[in-house]
């Protein structure tokens, strides 16, 4: 079965960029059906979907990030990444990576996300 | 402010049903599928329900979903000290061309 793990720094500074890795296995990032997504928790709060991006490179973004954030995918390493710039301490949170499955059918979306990885904190901070 | 509304938070005592909704509008929960995710202390999410009402292989059929126009509905019977943690309704919203969830249901078994 696929498993998910996220990588990256701890720390960032206000004003830099976030950069995170998801590393995918026990499966392939080329399949049709799946996207892979980012999804956000910020600490004793909900989850918040950042973003998924498909195996061609086709990508949609939460709006209200849309201006900050980058998602990329390296099929050759199966892996996926996001890069969120200019941060602030708003940005501190558990960052996930998941599998997002979503189909179209006669207009209805079929969606749903599993499975998801441990989730790293980031922190922004000086 | 989540684009789906949950309760905050919903009690019941071991034993007991309890029920935790989900509304939203005709973009998102209307006319897409809903699924549901649980959130055990310090871990990640997991996969619930999918499909408004389908469970993935290892949950117990103690746990059920619904949809009812732009309602969702999470219903778990024989609760079980276990099965405190918090609970997120999601869909995608195809007017935003995104991801939605609720604001999240911390339950407590009393």
């Known amino acids: 079965q696929v498993q998910l793990q996220e990588s990256g720094p701890g720390l960032v500074k206000p004003s830099e960029t976030l950069s995170l890795t998801c590393s995918v296995s026990g499966g392939s990032l080329s399949s049709g059906t799946y996207y892979w997504s980012w999804i956000r928790q910020p600490p004793g709060k909900g989850l918040e979907w950042i973003g998924h991006?498909?195996?061609?490179?086709?990508?949609n973004y939460n709006p209200s990030l849309k201006s900050r954030v980058t998602i990329s995918v390296d099929t050759s390493k199966n892996q996926f990444s996001l890069r969120l710039k200019s941060v602030t301490a708003a940005d501190t949170a558990v960052y996930y990576c998941?599998?997002?499955?979503?189909?179209?059918?006669?207009?209805?979306?079929?969606?749903?996300?599993?499975?998801w990885g441990q989730g790293t904190l980031v922190t922004v901070s000086s | 402010q989540s684009v789906l509304t949950q309760p905050p938070s919903v009690s019941a005592a071991p034993g007991q049903k309890v029920t935790i909704s989900c509304s939203g509008s005709?973009?998102?929960?209307?006319?897409?599928?809903v699924s549901w995710y649980q959130q055990l202390p310090g871990t990640a999410p997991k996969l619930l329900i999918y499909?408004?009402?389908k469970r993935p292989s290892g949950i117990p059929d103690r746990f059920s979903g619904s949809r009812s126009g732009t309602s969702a509905a999470l219903g778990i019977t024989g609760l079980q000290t276990g099965d405190e943690a918090d609970y997120y309704c999601g869909t995608w919203d195809s007017s935003l061309s995104a991801g939605v969830f609720g604001g999240g249901t911390k339950l407590t078994v009393l």
């Open positions: 998941a599998s997002f499955f979503r189909r179209i059918i006669r207009g209805t979306v079929w969606n749903r996300i599993d499975p």
């Open positions: 499909d408004n009402n």
């Open positions: 991006i498909s195996y061609t490179g086709s990508t």
């Open positions: 005709s973009s998102n929960i209307g006319n897409n599928y």
